[in-house]
């Protein structure tokens, strides 16, 4: 029997809890009210997701060993996206494996996923085509003929507004099992008959420096970290790691770094016990020790001082207030 939850979301961390077949890390890049409404429907196999976010943003993915995730811009006047380094248009598809991938989007971004287990995309295409779907070792951007990805969207769509509008309807195995099978049908097709378009060596090479950074950033979160220790670290030139983060994350690593630790800093200050933390604690415990340096580019992203943010009701687990989470 499928379910469907219904998303509202005010703070970026609690992304994290709407996509149990991923691990997502979400960091808006730019000041402002941030939101992101995600529809979420699981039925047999499949998983897919509905999302609209608000500001722009940066965003790290780990899809679940097994699982083969696809995503695709929902709105044709989406704002632009990309995927490790490759511009997404409208009509494309992204394909991810278990491999972590770094994207990025402006505001008012309207994006759908698809996750499946790895093995029953490749039984379907057997059984749809009559052959296993192109192999790639990479992440990788498919376009579709427009009135196959047009059939994928409308599916995709038709889904989304019944988790919103009836979900009842989703808890009747006829229904649900019509909905995943023609999905399933219209995402093999679009797959097997797209032309694909793979990274270069260059660009999976970015790929895992990339990666590698972020990794030493988050091995390191406590401490002031300089740009010559960072390429030290990763075995890098400096202009390298500079055009690698420009191309996959949208700025230079410093500036990443410091965004990524002020959205972590305010993580800790909205799920501290307010009676116990302390702001110059916390702060200081994420790699800043220019205290008044910090409170100043604080407010100018967030719009209020740390203290403030810590005075906040304290959220849950995954930062859900009770007014945050819609279920259905």
């Not at 999302?51 to 995730?69: D, F, M, Q, Y």
């Not at 790691?241 to 191309?247: H, N, V, W």
């Amino acid at each position: 029997m499928a379910s469907s939850r219904v998303f509202s979301l005010h703070d970026p961390s609690a992304c994290r809890a709407a996509f149990p077949t991923a691990d997502v890390e979400l960091f808006p890049s730019a000041k402002g009210k941030f939101h992101a409404g995600i529809a979420q429907v699981a039925m047999n196999a499949i998983w897919i997701h509905r999302i609209h976010i608000s500001l722009p943003e940066i965003n790290t993915v780990a899809v679940k060993p097994g699982r083969t995730s696809i995503g695709f811009l929902t709105e044709c006047n989406s704002s632009s996206f990309t995927n490790c380094g490759l511009e997404v248009q409208p009509g494309d598809i992204v394909m991810n494996r278990s491999d972590v991938v770094h994207q990025r989007s402006d505001a008012d971004f309207h994006y759908g996923a698809v996750s499946l287990p790895s093995d029953v995309l490749a039984a379907a295409a057997e059984a749809i085509v009559g052959r296993e779907l192109p192999a790639t070792s990479y992440n990788c951007i498919t376009r579709p003929p427009s009135t196959l990805m047009c059939r994928l969207l409308n599916l995709h769509k038709i889904i989304g507004q019944l988790a919103h509008d009836v979900p009842d309807i989703l808890e009747h195995p006829e229904v649900t099992r019509a909905l995943e099978t023609g999905l399933t049908h219209a995402l093999v097709r679009c797959l097997a008959e797209g032309h694909s378009l793979e990274q270069t060596v260059v660009g999976r090479r970015h790929d895992t420096l990339v990666s590698r950074f972020v990794e030493f950033l988050e091995a390191n979160p406590d401490r002031p970290i300089y740009l010559c220790e960072i390429c030290a670290a990763i075995g890098v030139a400096e202009r390298t790691i500079r055009s690698c983060c420009e191309e996959h994350l949208g700025m230079g690593p410093i500036r990443y770094l410091t965004l990524r630790r002020m959205h972590l800093v305010r993580r800790a200050l909205l799920h501290s016990d307010r009676s116990k933390a302390t702001v110059t604690r916390i702060v200081t415990d994420h790699g800043f020790w220019e205290l008044g340096r910090f409170s100043v580019a604080y407010r100018a992203l967030f719009g209020e001082s740390p203290s403030e943010t810590l005075r906040q009701p304290t959220r849950g687990e995954h930062g859900l207030s009770p007014a945050g989470l819609l279920e259905n």
